[in-house]
Nanobody
Framework: QVRLVESGGGSVQSGGSLRLSCAAS????????MGWFRRAPGKEREGVGV???????NYADFAKGRFTISRDNARSTVYLQMDSLKPEDEAMYYC??????????????????????WGQGTQVTVSS
């Protein structure tokens, strides 16, 4: 049974940083595509970025240059490092896992329908 558990969310001031973690069990993070998504109140879910089985990452335009996805295979954990946070980054952040090594992206952002496994989310709050 695949289980994804996010952690690391919290409150931070504008310009600050947070590192989100996604711990996977029953799943091989090293050989599959994993993605990060977010949903702000009143807005649709949007893709943040992905890391594929080769370690290649892709990011949505808003995340480029500020967010970094990495992976620790030994810990079965994927990370989302978020720097220079803005109030508009405030959202619930979710990690998701695919069943294949490659990732499909549109303008750098992952597609939610590609991911059958989802975590419960972790809240990020950014104050101005």
């Amino acid at each position: 049974q695949v289980r994804l558990v996010e952690s690391g969310g919290g409150s931070v001031q504008s310009g600050g940083s947070l590192r989100l973690s996604c711990a996977a069990s029953g799943y091989d993070v090293s050989s599959n595509c994993m993605g990060w998504f977010r949903r702000a109140p009143g807005k649709e879910r949007e893709g943040v970025g992905v890391i594929d089985s080769t370690g290649t990452t892709n990011y949505a335009d808003f995340a480029k240059g500020r967010f970094t996805i990495s992976r620790d295979n030994a810990r079965s954990t994927v990370y989302l490092q978020m720097d220079s946070l803005k109030p508009e980054d405030e959202a619930m952040y979710y990690c998701a896992a695919a069943r294949r090594g490659g990732c499909t992206v549109v303008n750098g952002a992952p597609i939610a329908s590609d991911f059958p496994y989802w975590g419960q989310g972790t809240q990020v709050t950014v104050s101005s």
